[in-house]
């Protein structure tokens, strides 16, 4: 066997090397993608199931987010601050979701099902 003969095998190896290793970086990319889409998806649940037992957990939180809604203005002072502190609370997993999505970390189909309009 010639040096060029083992040069060109050489060549084919590593060629291979190379085709294997893409594959794998290809197939630990879509797990890492999965991955990340699990924890946004995690993290939007929990923050919109926090939001939703706070208010309906405690009835005087429920009603003034209830009159708020339906008209904001009718609140006292100071109860349009604390509307206007529960609704961030509310919507902040949305806000959160949606900045994931933007970046990224969370996938068109996770985003359009984030309410019952989107959901399949």
């Given at each position: 066997m010639n040096w060029e003969a083992i040069g060109a095998i050489g060549e084919i190896i590593g060629a291979l090397a190379v085709i294997a290793t893409l594959i794998y970086l290809a197939a630990q990319i879509k797990i890492n993608t999965a991955a990340i889409n699990q924890a946004?998806?995690?993290?939007?649940?929990?923050?919109?199931?926090?939001?939703?037992?706070?208010?309906?957990?405690?009835?005087?939180i429920s009603k003034l987010l209830w009159k708020g809604a339906a008209d904001p203005e009718c609140l006292t002072t100071e109860e349009f601050q604390r509307f206007i502190i529960m609704i961030g609370s509310v919507v902040r997993p949305t806000e959160l979701a949606f900045l994931d999505f933007q970046e990224g970390r969370m996938s068109?189909?996770?985003?359009?099902a984030r309410d019952d309009k989107g959901a399949s």
């Open positions: 946004a998806r995690q993290t939007t649940l929990i923050g919109r199931g926090e939001a939703s037992k706070w208010v309906a957990w405690d009835q005087e068109e189909k996770l985003w359009s």
